[in-house]
């Protein structure tokens, strides 16, 4: 081969090369577009099966088509509030990352707040997050309007053990079982617990999930500290007449 073919030839190579590294280029930020949008999908979904009793015309959030819960959420009102309960101008609730929100000092953070309004009726959906067995858990809680009644929860995992721990969200009879609990006894707040051995308080316990204590501890210390951030806030309303009872 002469020195000009073999010049030919890795100009070729270049130029094969570039192009493949456009394309991959260009694939990976459409891909890239595509997985940010599924991503918030499934995340606006997982919000959504905190409220799954009081969707539109009775359906399941599995049910709903994307566009749909695209809709709900331009509909629903997502403030951010800071520490002290106030309201973050500017902010929206969809863009706050609980997970790096909870790298902060515990009185810079920021809480996403989802206020889902059907047949005239305002839910409260709360983000907590905390730490199971293996690593972090974290959840949904909508409050119905009295700011008291667990309308809904749904939990969710990062490692979990599958049967055990990961039974937060793999069994849906264990979040059902927060449905009608109560946050406050007599005005004074307790939050919910997962009890070892089986519910006693049949207003603020749930039974925990069977060989799986420190998931369900983690559950109950994560209900009750992220629950109670949001307490500036609740009482706010509370203070101001909003308050449904």
């Known amino acids: ?10 100009i070729f190579i270049l130029i094969l ?7 991959l280029t260009g694939l990976r930020e459409v891909t890239k577009e595509k997985a940010a949008q599924n991503e918030d999908i499934f995340n ?4 959504l099966s905190a409220v799954q009793n009081e969707l539109p015309d009775g359906k399941k959030v599995a049910d709903l088509s994307d566009a749909e819960v695209a809709a709900i959420f331009q509909n629903m009102e997502q403030p951010v509030l800071d520490m002290q309960g106030n309201i973050v101008e500017g902010e929206k609730a969809e863009s706050i990352k609980m997970e790096q929100e909870r790298k902060k000092p515990e009185a810079d953070r920021e809480l996403p707040l989802y206020i889902y309004d ?15 067995l293996w690593d972090e ?40 079982q927060f449905v009608g609990k109560k946050i406050y006894d007599n005005g004074n707040y307790v939050s919910v617990k997962a009890r070892k051995g089986g519910a006693q308080n049949k207003e603020h316990e749930v039974d925990a999930i069977s060989g799986a204590t420190v998931t369900s501890d983690g559950v109950s210390e994560m209900l009750y500290r992220g629950i109670k951030y949001y307490e500036p806030y609740l009482n706010k309303i509370k203070q101001q007449g909003l308050l449904v009872q």
């Open 1 to 10: 081969m002469d020195r000009n073919s073999s010049k030919y030839i890795l």
């Open 17 to 23: 090369t570039a192009s493949v590294a456009v394309a």
């Open 44 to 47: 606006k979904r997982a919000i």
């Open 118 to 132: 059907h047949n005239g009726e305002k839910f409260y959906i709360l983000s907590v997050r905390g730490k199971g």
């Open 137 to 176: 858990i974290w959840g949904t809680v909508a409050l119905k309007s009295d700011l008291n009644t667990i309308a809904g929860v749904a939990f969710d995992h990062k490692g979990e053990t599958p049967g055990l721990g990961a039974e937060i969200k793999d069994n849906p009879a264990f979040g059902r």
